[in-house]
């Protein structure tokens, strides 16, 4: 029973206080676009970030070993794997 | 039937925003599904009572919202934080909607199928 | 193989969601998979003005939509969404004027709902 | 008095922000100031467009700028935003098309320049 | 040498944290549209905040000691009577 | 000639906020005034180096922003706290700005005529 949780925007730019409420620990969280370049900011949301590789690479954003590079077909993927999927 | 999950999360006159929420919402009931609307942020101003857009020339879409129990839409939410943050009470809203701490909200993410954010 | 529908949020000057959603698309459909619908919704209507004039270097929208009715997916936007901010309904290109509702069936039937913006 | 210039920020189905600026102009004009200009960029451009569909306890968005036009205010929009945004630059009603330097040079002449958004 | 300020969505929709350090405590802070529903959370910035009258009439919000009513003629006269304006 | 200030705050690829700011900041030198930029918040990216958005059809807009140089826009600013916010140095940027503190900031403004927020 695991949501896609999507961002695609720096943490600021959303309600803050409620996503760490309404994120649970085996939830997936993809950063797409400029939430990439946020990635310490997403975090504490999850142990492991997946972030979509095309748009960090455009961003010069290097991925560590807690990202997980996730390319167009896997997020055709995810979205199957899990229950329901979340734009914020 | 499927579940389907109307999220709002902006202020009341932004934009369109909770218009096009309400518009969803609607027409998922009208198609037979079992739609839930859930009001977060400052969204939960969109539930306040007495309000008069009319007296600037806005549409009063208030009046709109409150068709929702016409149209059996009974799956009303609103984020009891979110209430508590703007000062609102039960008492303040214009239909009723029950107000759900975060677990309940996880509760109610999880049992969609599809979650809309508008 | 499963059903998809996607809808679009944000206006064509956000080129970077529009890009995301056209990848998606196309990498849905490589894999065997059905998009019943590509939604226009709230300033995403904007997507279906016939007046673009972008330069070269720029992403190239009407293009972009082209390509996906090319592959005969079902490109739709909202008329109650395009009349209030004064798209003109009369020549929306490759897209169809639909109502909410006829989305709303076909995301009924459909195994995921993707929103981009 | 002193001279105004306004701009515009936000798309037409931004009815909060629209009846705002709308009466903010007639107040400057109300007590004798001056506005240059009301200049649509960004989103705002979606103002000209002479497509709109509103019922009739919706903001009258096309109505408004029309009493504002009536009173010979230079009501003027950004022709590059417009172009990337699919706006039709042929048929913008009340506003003129214009390019940014033309705005540039107006803001650098006014008092005040006031942004709504 | 007084700026105004002029916001019109609650603040959770801004940077915040960067508000307070470019607010003086001699700025005008004015709220417009759906900021008037969030006083509260702006008061930090002024003892004393300006309310746009309408605005706050039609969402039924009610102003107390320390918001100051202003009209749209108040409005024009506060853009002159300051040196600059932001539209955050 | 007046100071006019142009603020950005808005993440890079937030639809064409930077660029539109970009065009304003080299419309105003253009017309002879004293214009400042200044990025804060998810804004100073744009200032980022070694970006590639041409890799996904974007357009190059760092390659215009690079030409503000040429342009003789020299009042190029960045809120200290912001870069330090997202882990850069001027060393990643690419162009020449001046970091400055909170005070530094309400010192600009205040030495503007026009503030513009895009």
Redesign the interface.
């Known amino acids: 029973m695991s949501t896609l949780h999507i961002f695609s925007k720096p943490l600021n730019y959303y309600c803050a206080n409620q996503l760490e409420n309404l994120i649970l620990s085996d939830d997936n969280v993809l950063l797409v676009g400029d939430a990439c370049f946020a990635k310490k900011q997403f975090r504490q949301f999850a142990d492991t970030l997946l972030i979509l590789e095309q748009d960090a690479q455009i961003r010069a954003i290097k991925l560590t070993d807690n990202d997980k590079a996730i390319s167009y077909e896997d997020f055709v993927a995810l979205t199957l794997s899990t229950n329901q999927s979340i734009t914020w | 039937m ?1 579940n ?1 999950l109307v ?1 709002s ?1 902006c ?7 909770i218009r ?1 929420a309400l ?2 919402t609607l ?2 009931a ?2 037979d ?1 079992n739609v839930s609307w859930l009001f ?3 969204a939960v ?1 969109a539930l ?13 879409f208030f009046k709109n919202i409150k068709t929702l129990e016409i149209y059996d839409v009974e799956n009303i939410y609103v ?1 009891e ?2 209430l508590l943050d ?2 609102l009470n039960k008492h303040d809203l214009l239909i009723e909607a029950k107000a759900l701490n ?1 677990s309940q ?2 509760t109610l ?2 049992a ?7 | 193989m499963s059903r998809f529908v996607l809808s679009l949020h944000t206006p064509p000057s956000d080129h970077d969601t529009t890009q995301r959603i056209v990848k998606f698309a196309h990498a849905c459909l490589a894999q065997g998979h059905t998009i019943d619908a590509i939604f226009l919704y709230q300033q995403g209507i904007y997507h279906a003005s016939t007046h673009f004039d972008l330069s070269s270097d720029e992403l190239q929208i009407s293009a972009l939509w082209q390509q996906l009715a090319d592959q005969k997916l079902n490109l739709m936007l909202c008329v109650t969404a395009a009349e209030k901010r004064g798209l003109d309904i009369k020549n929306t290109g490759v897209f169809a004027v639909a109502g909410l509702a006829e989305f709303a069936m076909l995301a009924s039937d459909a195994d995921k709902w993707v929103q981009f913006k």
């Open positions: 499927i389907v999220m999360q202020s009341p006159f932004d934009d369109l925003n096009d518009d969803m027409i998922f009208a198609v599904q977060s942020g400052p101003l306040k009572k007495h309000q008069l857009p009319n007296n600037i020339g806005l549409k009063d984020c934080k979110s703007y000062g975060f909200q996880q993410i999880k969609q199928q599809h979650v809309v954010n508008l």
